[in-house]
């Protein structure tokens, strides 16, 4: 069992700046984990991985802007997420990769608008 709790999100004007944070309750050294957003809509979506080897993975519509970071030893995760427009309004969820649909945690709302 694990729990996830994320934070950090908050409501930003288009271009800003937002950086999420998530905390495991449990050591997830062994695991590849993963920043997920849910919009109206849509569906769940992988938008940035990191691996246990700490190799990053950037969905298109996020490269270049949003940055996975992890720290094995707090059990944490980081999105750095720069240049935010309204398409990146959404909740958004940590979990490992793939997911374990048991486990969501509540996630962190995020609202792009002017």
């Known amino acids: 069992q694990v729990q996830f709790v994320e934070s950090g999100g908050g409501l930003v004007q288009p271009g800003g700046s937002l950086r999420l944070s998530c905390a495991a309750s449990?050591?997830?050294?062994?695991?590849?984990m993963g920043w997920y957003l849910h919009a109206p809509g849509r569906q769940r979506e992988l938008v940035e991985s990191?691996?246990?080897?700490?190799?990053?993975n950037s969905a298109d519509s996020v490269k270049g802007r949003f940055t996975i970071s992890g720290d094995s030893a707090e059990s944490t995760v980081h999105l750095q997420m720069n240049l935010l427009n309204s398409g990146d309004t959404a909740v958004y969820y940590c979990?490992?990769?793939?997911?374990?649909?048991?486990?969501w945690g509540q996630g962190t709302q995020v609202t792009v608008s002017s």
């Open positions: 979990n490992s990769r793939p997911p374990l649909e048991a486990y």
């Open positions: 449990r050591s997830m050294y062994t695991d590849d």
């Open positions: 990191i691996s246990r080897f700490g190799i990053t």
